[in-house]
Each structure stands twice: as C-alpha cells, then as structure tokens.
C-alpha cells in the first residue's frame, strides 16, 4: 500500500471515529499531496509523497516554534500533536551517529576540503535520500571538514 492509499484509508477512518485533529491533519496533507501532483502534472510516487510531507514538517515545526515564543500554549499543543501525526507516515530518521559514517565516507571519496561542503552536502543528501535532517547534516559536514 501507498503513503497515498494509507493516507486515504486512515483519512476514512478518522471521519469514522470522529477524531477532529487527525482528520484535519490528513485532510491538509491531501490537499497539499494534490496541489503538488497539480504543479507537477503527473500522479505522486511514495519518495514525491514523502518529500511533501517533509516539507509540510518543517513548516509545521517553524510555526511550533513561532506559537512557543508567542506563548500560545494552546496552539503549540495542537501543533506538536499534528506534527506527531504527519511524522507516523515518514520513514524513520537515521541518528546522528549513522549520518557521520556517511558524511565520512563522502568526505573520504571526495577527499574534500572546508571549501567543498556545498558538494559534500549535495553528495551526501542524495545518498540519504530524505533519511536524516538537513540541518543535521549540515551541521555533521561542517564539523568533519574543519577538524
């Protein structure tokens, strides 16, 4: 089954239940997976899907840290419980540990430099693919290459 199609089951379901943030939440994440295969003219794969929801995360989690500095308790509440919800569709994150092993191995091939981190971050993203945190990454790449 599809990211798509277990969206779509549990979007049902949800409406069964009548559980209000989980059917909202999915509901947003349909229409942003439509609005993107409407931007790319073809049917989403589970990676385009995947990409979409992570890009969906990220948004969510600025705004969470937007409503935590305004002191909105309550819409920071509702927002760290949909970003739980979207966060049970993506596959799982690789440590911080595992990601170095991968930066060093790049590193390595590459036999980069301080100057080539925007090489070793494209390098190593696409190796990734979606499995670790940009940020993370960024930071890993960054500490491996200047010491």
Do not use: W
């Not at 931007?39 to 600025?62: F, I, P």
């Amino acid at each position: 089954m599809t990211i798509h199609q277990q969206i779509e089951e549990d979007l049902k379901a949800a409406m069964k239940a009548h559980d209000e943030l989980r059917l909202s939440t999915l509901r947003l994440v349909r229409s942003a997976f439509k609005n993107k295969e409407i931007d790319s003219g073809k049917e989403l794969s589970d990676q385009d899907a995947v990409a979409v929801m992570r890009t969906m995360l990220k948004q969510y989690k600025d705004a969470l840290n937007d409503f935590t500095t305004a002191g909105r308790t309550d819409l920071a509440e509702r927002q760290t419980k949909e970003i739980g919800i979207i966060e049970g569709y993506l596959p799982q994150q690789m440590g911080e540990a595992q990601v170095e092993e991968v930066c060093k191995s790049v590193i390595g091939e590459m036999n980069a430099t301080l100057s080539d981190a925007g090489k070793v971050m494209g390098a190593v993203m696409k190796r990734l693919a979606g499995q670790a945190d940009g940020a993370m990454v960024k930071q890993v790449v960054e500490r491996l290459l200047k010491g």
